[in-house]
């Protein structure tokens, strides 16, 4: 796993550029995401696609997922509204945002997410705080649906490849990619409006690895 930060500059936002189709897309999967709500069931086509097009196999998303429940019941249990915590698993590699009172919750989170059955590793990022506010956490949502637009308006990426989370306006990326692909998305990152701090957290493969797990990009 490869985790760095890249700093994001002032610029000009993509929202009036977006398709209508691709805002509500995105839009969704941004309250999905934010919300901490991980939906088990989907239109059938629409699921398909999204599983076959994914780098990940069909097995892993399943314990992606399950983590995410898994963790997620743990947290709210023993956490419960002291904190605003989101867990987010992509290929068994955990990812924890939101805050916490104290040092002693940020570690509590860590160990229950750890103690979750096919958990890789745990990268706690929360922070020591009090817990964001309504309206930051709509404007989280409204910069991970341009952010997610801009990857899907970039050519030369695959939507389904990266798994975006926001937290008071720091983008964290996830994915299998190659050095390529985390180059391009980076640029397209930083250059989306209210994106104040990009965080990758990829897994960087092979060119030729790419080609035999993923299909080539097609045209937008």
């Not at 002032?10 to 398709?19: E, K, V």
């Not at 999204?50 to 249990?77: C, F, H, P, W, Y």
């Not at 992509?90 to 940020?106: H, W």
Request: overall charge positive; proline content about 3%.
């Amino acid at each position: 796993m490869m985790k760095n930060t890249v700093n994001s500059p002032s610029h000009t936002g993509l929202w009036g550029a977006m398709r209508p189709v691709a805002l509500g897309t995105v839009l969704l999967g941004s309250v999905l995401t934010l919300s901490g709500c991980f939906p088990l069931a989907a239109g059938g086509a629409l699921m398909t696609g999204i599983v076959a097009s994914d780098r990940r196999s069909s097995g892993t998303q399943l314990e992606d997922k399950n983590i995410e429940l898994k963790a997620g019941g743990q947290i709210r249990q023993n956490i419960g509204e002291r904190g605003h915590i989101s867990v987010n698993s992509y290929n068994r590699q955990v990812l924890i945002t939101g805050e916490v009172p104290s040092a002693q919750d940020k570690a509590l989170a860590e160990k229950l997410v750890k103690d979750v059955e096919n958990v890789s590793t745990v990268l706690n990022e929360l922070d020591v705080m009090g817990n964001s506010s309504f309206s930051e956490r709509s404007s989280d949502l409204i910069t991970n649906g341009r952010v997610t637009a801009a990857i899907f308006d970039a050519k030369d990426l695959t939507t389904n490849a990266f798994k975006i989370v926001t937290e008071r306006g720091v983008v964290y990326v996830m994915g299998r990619v190659t050095a390529r692909e985390a180059k391009r998305v980076t640029d397209v990152v930083t250059g989306v409006s209210g994106v104040k701090k990009m965080v990758r957290v990829l897994d960087i493969i092979s060119e030729e690895e790419l080609a035999r797990i993923a299909p080539p990009i097609t045209q937008k």
